[in-house]
């Protein structure tokens, strides 16, 4: 926690003269507002009210036809928000503006229960009355064109052009040719209080990948959520865009948002066994059993959007089964042995589309579903994931398929409460609604003269 008059200190010691404040909606994008110092401080002291329409329409700000504890039933008031002081960060690229992320309650504590920072403190405090708490850290592949958003606007958002032509992953040369980008980036962003710990090019034109560093789980979600943010604001200063879509380009394989995770029991973590094979847990076998029973019911919290399933094709990088192995990148969970500190489990459902709040949420509320149960963790995958779990348990193929998924799921609502669990599925029907009314170039050229 930080107090006030830490506060008062930092920007004093950093000249902060304007505040930034936000919070993250449904689909993870970043609302927010400049302030002036003074409308600062008496939010500090008595909150503020943002108007709660941000969690009542889509990612193009068009309204949920469906009414959810927001609409035109309510007149979209205020919902409460505060501060929260410990986010503070100096905002490297702004200079003399800080920037803090809002939580969507009152001064009492009481929560909007539908905003995603919420989603995961509640399961975060569930994990934490079972004695543990969690570690995690994200990594994000994303597309970097040579374009800025009016000119792929203009375009359609058709034929845009990568910073790098060719597939060339771990490519020393191409990270060299985008050096004045790269280090700026990663200069930016350790500023900025968003470390990376790894960067490298992936395979694909003008792909990368950036390895967040590991941290408290609510605090590794904040990194996540701010880098996607952080990352097109310092590419719009050389020009350039990335994507975090799940699937930007045919024939390629999509972008993902790998989840690393671990629990812990005060400095002990509780995944690793230095007795057992593999140093495998038993805390573990049940946290992996429980992600791997719900990972179909909970596939649209993980894998939010209609494009995000066009990534989840066997053979592409990407899970289609929910499967476990040692070291194995064809699982949906990739379990990894090492020392004390870096023994995990990587979740590789998640693309770079994810909301990291309520992704992670997912990711971590099922694990702990399957310790409270005690689960046992099915046989695990060696080898090829893609061939061998055919005739096994499937992933959803659509988001359609996974709000389904989501709608039956008791599970979620114990996990999650109704409140959110409701709002969500309106937000969803809602993606799946304007998707299903959008004629595509590929319906138009496959059909248009033949028809």
Not at 180 to 187: A, G, P, Q, R, S
Request: aromatic share 10%; net charge negative; charged share 25%.
């Amino acid at each position: 926690m930080t107090s006030k008059k830490d506060i008062e200190k930092r920007f004093e010691a950093d000249g902060i003269r304007r505040v930034k404040l936000g919070g993250h909606d449904v689909d993870g994008i970043l609302r927010g507002k400049y302030v002036t110092l003074d409308k600062f401080w008496s939010i500090v002291d008595g909150g503020m009210g943002f108007c709660d329409v941000i969690f009542g329409w889509d990612a193009g700000d068009v309204l949920y036809d469906e009414p959810s504890f927001t609409g035109w039933h309510t007149g979209y008031p205020d919902a409460p928000a505060k501060i929260d002081l410990g986010t503070y960060r100096k905002i490297p690229w702004e200079p003399d503006t800080a920037a803090f992320l809002l939580d969507f309650e009152a001064q009492d504590g009481t929560r909007v229960e539908q905003a995603p920072r919420n989603v995961l403190k509640r399961v975060l405090e569930r994990l934490e009355a079972k004695g543990f708490t969690a570690k995690c850290s994200l990594e994000f592949e994303f597309f970097i064109y040579k374009e800025t958003p009016w000119e792929l606007a203009e375009k359609g958002y058709r034929g845009a052009k990568p910073l790098s032509p060719g597939m060339f992953g771990y490519s020393w040369l191409r990270s060299s040719q985008s050096a004045e980008l790269v280090h700026d980036m990663l200069d930016q962003l350790e500023a900025f209080g968003v470390p990376v710990e790894g960067f490298h090019t992936e395979t694909g034109p003008g792909v990368f990948e950036a390895a967040l560093l590991y941290s408290d789980a609510l605090e590794a979600a904040d990194r996540a959520a701010l880098f996607k943010t952080a990352a097109k604001e310092i590419g719009h200063r050389h020009g350039v865009m990335p994507t975090f879509l799940a699937k930007p380009q045919n024939g390629l394989p999509g972008c993902s948002g790998h989840t690393h995770q671990s629990l812990w029991t005060g400095k002990e973590n509780a995944f690793y066994d230095a007795d057992a094979p593999h140093k495998m847990s038993a805390t573990v076998k049940k946290f992996m059993a429980g992600q791997l029973a719900l990972m179909p019911e909970l596939a649209a919290m993980i894998a939010p959007n209609t494009n995000s399933y066009k990534r989840l094709l066997d053979g592409n990088w990407a899970p289609g089964s929910p499967t476990w192995g040692i070291e194995n990148r064809t699982c949906a969970l990739r379990y990894i042995p090492g020392s004390k500190k870096s023994t995990r489990v990587e979740h590789r459902l998640p693309a770079a589309d994810v909301n990291p709040y309520i992704g992670m949420a997912a990711c971590l509320a099922s694990g702990l579903w399957g310790i409270e149960r005690d689960l046992e963790l099915p046989p695990m995958i060696q080898g090829n994931a893609y061939t061998a779990a055919q005739d096994g348990p499937r992933l959803p193929h659509s988001l359609a398929e996974a709000v389904a998924n989501l709608e039956r799921s008791e599970a979620a609502r114990d996990l999650f409460g109704h409140a959110f669990v409701d709002h969500y599925l309106v937000s969803r029907r809602h993606e799946v609604k304007e998707h299903n009314k959008a004629v595509t170039d590929w319906e138009l050229k496959r059909y248009f003269e033949l028809a």
